[in-house]
């Protein structure tokens, strides 16, 4: 792997369970238990992993946002919605060929970003 990739999350849960079903339906995500118990995730690209954690506040204030990549922020924005979290900041272009963003909640409150790819022609 290369030098300065991101590649381990953890996210504040309330409800371990909840989290990771609501990653998997809005993302893809897989989900799996290690041998500690710990609940455990994998994008879909299988480069980035992590965790849910219990006892850690979730991230509410903005500060640092991680943002995933999506082909259609309307359509994840839908499904975020449906599986109980919230649009925080709704989509906003970046310009002509820029591509655009949004922000959301998870159901314990985290805020992360949503970055959709400009369409190509």
């Known amino acids: 792997m290369p030098n300065g ?16 079903d609501f990653y998997v339906h809005v993302f893809g995500w897989s989900v799996r238990v290690r041998d ?20 850690r506040a979730p991230a509410k204030t903005p500060g640092a946002i991680i943002y995933v990549m999506v082909d259609s922020i309307e359509k994840t924005v839908a499904a975020i919605v449906a599986g109980g979290g919230s649009l925080e900041t709704p989509q906003t272009s970046h310009g002509k060929g820029g591509g655009s963003h949004a922000t959301f909640r998870d159901p314990p409150g985290n805020l992360f970003g949503l970055y959709e790819e400009p369409r190509r022609q």
């Open 5 to 20: 990739k991101i590649c381990y999350v953890e996210i504040p849960a309330v409800d371990v369970k909840r989290s990771a």
């Open 36 to 55: 500690d118990g710990s609940t455990a995730f994998d994008d879909t690209t299988g480069a980035v992993s992590g965790a849910w954690v219990v006892g």
